[in-house]
């Protein structure tokens, strides 16, 4: 008869779901000396669905050798995460002490994907080849290479079947969408992590090869895959952790402009006259560009009266007389030629009566060497001629006047020439105050262009700091609108929390006792378990169980009865902690029993894998529950049969 619920002693039973068998779990795990149709098989391993125990012998009375440790229960572990998509299965010495004893030992495994086997092989060394196939026995995996896929693509199946049937998602602070690896680290945690924080699931020192998520992305990564987290919240989570980001780079930016503003308004305001206060206020632009602006036209006003103030009338003069001077000179030169002609003219009045007779035949013959020559100017005779001598006196009068005229006109070029020079002086010596007065107006009209500087750079920095706190106040709003709007999400989905916090609570009290019990919270960092007060000062053990343990068999409780969409496929890697008492170490292995109880004369929907060194209760320490035991005592009880 099947049986339709769970904790049937309860007063409110929780139904089990119609699902056939898992999404994604393991029938058989082989490890052989080489990838050869007649390679040695060194260890198989059958699992089923439902409980599977990896145990070790126990200690027969007075044995004291070691049975249970370093037997090969975390590397069967890892082996099933290494075929289920990590990268590696060991920490980098084990694996070569591996490599050492077995270089060509493969690990093969049938795995169910929704409805389809899979066969997949992997070498036991680093940096081999590995391969998938779908197939139902795994001697299918050593086939010739034309017949195998390439290994993503039966990760891409598994990330099909589990993570792409679930809302799209960002994880925040990974930056990228959940991979099927990030779920497996939940579903199957390192055994270094010691089972001490239920969203901690990685650590460097195990080299699984995906890294450990930080901050809120492994509660939020819970919440997605147990379907209490919707698209609409997360996409407000995103999307308000990206406003968040702006929200903090705004009130940076408007902390550092109000730094930038209060250092420039003391100076300013002196410069301006103005109070700081009032330099602060809103009509602090207007006021300060009304000041700068009447500065500066003053100054600008004032050098032009420089420019057409007294020198401009000494200048005036200077040119005036400098023109006087030359017109002068002008005139004198004149003068002087006028004068000249006329004393050449009296010259050749004062020769005429003294020119010899005129060669008939060459007027170009005389003979300077011959002086008995008539035509010699010695042998000429002056030629009486009584209107040349009235021509010569008139001349002589004319050349007195002309001196006389060139004499006064010196005398007045000396004198507009001092003039000039006068005028030049006094021009320069105005030109020179002028400067230093323009000078000066030139460098207080410097300084207001600086204060002009300084005022814009305040004026934009205040405008940025307004534009800024403008800013910050709709990113304010739009925060508060996403709370509000990713509230109402939660409470969409408030009845799935319930159902899951209702497991975790009777795994909890399953665990612990009755009386114990807990919830599991969500807020905008996901789901947290939260067991009863008293838990937490119960020891690192009984927090472990109550709090990691309890926590991921509710989880396995509620996806059985329906909720959310993890694959029911769960491994625990040696949970119990030293000082765990064995009365409560059973009651793990009891609940887990009793999940598969549940389902009648059905197949199990849930693979629940645990290995572990303390002893099982003795209903469950031999077949069908117990898949493997193994013996450090001898080499045939290791998983591989060989020491390293």
């Not at 084990?94 to 994907?113: F, G, M, S």
């Not at 092989?121 to 995996?141: H, K, Q, V």
């Not at 925060?479 to 909890?508: N, P, W, Y």
């Amino acid at each position: 008869m099947s049986i339709t619920s769970l904790f049937p002693d309860d007063p409110e039973p929780l139904k089990v779901a119609e699902r056939a068998e898992p999404t994604v779990w393991i029938r058989r795990l082989v490890v052989v000396s080489n990838r050869t149709p007649d390679a040695t098989v060194l260890r198989a391993v059958e699992f089923r669905t439902g409980l599977n125990i990896i145990r070790v012998a126990e200690r027969p009375q007075d044995d004291t050798r070691s049975i249970g440790h370093s037997v090969g229960k975390t590397l069967l572990a890892r082996f099933i995460r290494y075929c289920l998509g990590e990268t590696y299965f060991a920490t980098a010495e084990t694996a070569r002490a591996i490599v050492r004893k077995l270089p060509t030992a493969h690990v093969l495994a049938e795995i169910r994907v929704t409805d389809k086997w899979w066969v997949v092989a992997r070498p036991l060394r680093d940096g081999g080849e590995s391969w998938a196939m779908i197939a139902d026995n795994w001697r299918a995996g050593l086939a010739t290479e034309s017949e195998r896929l390439r290994y993503p693509e039966f990760v891409d199946a598994v990330t099909t079947a589990v993570v792409s049937a679930l809302p799209a998602f960002q994880l925040p602070s990974a930056g990228h969408a959940p991979r099927w690896v990030d779920l497996l680290g939940w579903l199957a945690r390192d055994y270094e992590c010691h089972y001490q924080q239920p969203n901690q699931w990685r650590v460097a020192e195990a080299r699984s090869g995906t890294a450990q998520l930080e901050q809120n992305d492994p509660g939020l990564l819970m919440s997605w895959a147990l379907g209490v987290l919707d698209t609409t919240e997360i996409r407000e989570q995103a999307a308000r952790k990206a406003l968040q980001k702006d929200q903090a780079k705004a009130k940076r930016e408007i902390e550092r402009l109000d730094n930038e503003l209060d250092a420039l308004r003391p100076g300013l305001a002196r410069s301006l006259g103005l109070d700081e206060a009032k330099l602060a206020g809103g009509m602090y632009e207007s006021v300060g560009k009304a000041m700068i602006e009447s500065r500066r036209t003053n100054l600008t006003n004032l050098l032009k009266d420089f420019e057409t103030g007294g020198s401009k009338g000494l200048r005036e003069e200077s040119i005036r007389t400098a023109a006087a001077v030359r017109v002068e000179e002008r005139d004198i030169e004149r003068l002087q030629g006028i004068r000249d002609t006329t004393r050449d003219q009296i010259r050749l009045l004062e020769d005429a009566g003294r020119l010899p007779p005129v060669n008939p035949f060459d007027v170009h013959s005389r003979c300077p060497r011959e002086t008995e020559c008539p035509f010699h100017p010695s042998q000429v005779t002056p030629i009486s001629d009584p209107t040349r001598e009235i021509r010569l006196a008139a001349k002589r009068e004319e050349l007195a006047a002309l001196d006389e005229q060139l004499a006064e006109r010196n005398r007045q070029l000396a004198e507009f020439r001092r003039q000039a020079a006068d005028a030049e002086t006094q021009e320069f010596t105005e030109r020179r105050i002028q400067e230093d007065r323009a000078r000066g107006t030139n460098i207080a009209l410097g300084q207001v262009e600086q204060i002009a500087t300084q005022f814009g750079e305040y004026t934009t920095a205040q405008k940025q700091r307004d534009a800024e706190q403008e800013k910050l106040n709709t990113l304010v709003t739009k925060i508060d609108e996403s709370l509000k709007t990713q509230r109402a999400a939660k409470g969409v989905h408030a009845m799935r929390q319930l159902r899951v916090s209702d497991c975790f609570d009777r795994a909890v009290r399953a665990l612990l006792g009755s009386e114990v019990g807990g919830k599991v919270v969500l807020d905008a960092r996901g789901l947290h378990p939260e067991p009863h007060g008293r838990i937490a000062v119960g020891g690192a053990a009984i927090r472990s169980l109550g709090t990691v343990l309890a926590f991921d068999l509710g989880c396995l409780a509620a996806t059985i009865i329906g909720v959310g969409s993890l694959p029911g496929f769960w491994l625990h890697d040696s949970p119990r902690d030293a000082d765990i008492e064995p009365v409560l170490y059973d009651r793990l292995f009891q609940f887990a029993h009793e999940l598969e109880q549940a389902y009648g004369d059905r197949q199990p929907a849930f693979q629940y894998i645990v290995t572990t060194t303390t002893p099982p209760p003795a209903e469950l320490g031999q077949w069908p529950f117990a898949r493997l035991t193994l013996d450090a005592r001898d080499d045939a009880g290791l998983l591989l049969g060989v020491r390293w």
